[in-house]
């Protein structure tokens, strides 16, 4: 009998037909799930199977069957799920994305499921926990190059799960206009950039470990630490 492979929930984003290039016009106005493939594709190399949550699905149906979760990068986190009033830098947000999310990552903490979030996904774990975001941080953030271009510096702390992945430093990607402002509960900071901006967290008590740059973008991805952390965790999961 084959051993079969951990499998990794993935989130992802709705949109509509009309941001969809080649698509028929009478279907504008239709919905659709999607994510960009990267995350994937670092799931299948660190030996998982990913499985894309799509925003309709009830998470109860689907996080008890999972072994794993990877909470992606997508669009701001609406500033009421941390009781902030929106500033005007704020860009767009998704209400049905957050209910879901918010709502997997209680099933989440019930089940104690391993959790990377990329992202978004740190920022969604965050406010989950409690916490609260900057809505801007401008200089931080560089868009205007390719994605896999490494701009910043990253210090990990010492003991940390992410000082055992990365090692202390490394120069990482930055496409977030959003940070970390304070931290949730059983959270700590376990990375920061050269500019003082939280770049990783990982959870006291659960298995959950998240980064605010995209290793899913790099040339490294087949071979990122945090997606061989995410997967060797769901196989324990799974004996």
């Avoid at 941001?19 to 995350?39: I, Q």
């Avoid at 929106?86 to 209680?106: M, T």
């Avoid at 896999?148 to 496409?175: A, C, F, M, P």
């Amino acid at each position: 009998m084959v051993e079969q492979k951990p499998l990794i929930g993935i989130t992802g984003r709705r949109r509509k037909g009309e941001m969809l290039r080649g698509s028929l016009k009478v279907m504008n106005h239709l919905p659709f799930d999607v994510y960009w493939v990267d995350y994937a594709q670092g799931v299948i190399a660190a030996g998982g199977v990913p499985v894309f949550l799509p925003l309709s699905l009830d998470p109860a149906e689907i996080i008890p069957r999972l072994d794993g979760l990877l909470m992606s990068g997508g669009a701001d986190i609406d500033p009421k799920r941390y009781g902030a009033e929106p500033e005007p830098e704020l860009q767009s947000i998704e209400p049905a994305r957050d209910e879901f999310e918010l709502k997997i990552l209680e099933l989440v903490y019930e089940c104690e499921l391993p959790v990377a979030g990329i992202c978004r996904g740190l920022q969604i774990l965050n406010v989950h926990a409690g916490g609260s975001l900057y809505q801007d941080v401008p200089p931080h953030s560089v868009r205007d190059k390719a994605p896999s271009t490494r701009v910043h510096d990253i210090t990990t702390e010492k003991g940390s799960i992410l000082e055992k992945l990365y090692g202390e430093k490394l120069e990482v990607n930055s496409l977030h206009h959003q940070s970390i402002k304070t931290l949730g509960k059983h959270f700590s900071a376990s990375a920061t950039s050269n500019d003082g901006i939280v770049e990783g967290i990982e959870h006291s008590q659960l298995p959950i470990v998240a980064v605010q740059w995209h290793p899913e973008m790099l040339d490294t991805r087949d071979s990122d630490p945090i997606f061989k952390w995410l997967v060797s965790k769901a196989e324990v999961r799974k004996l």
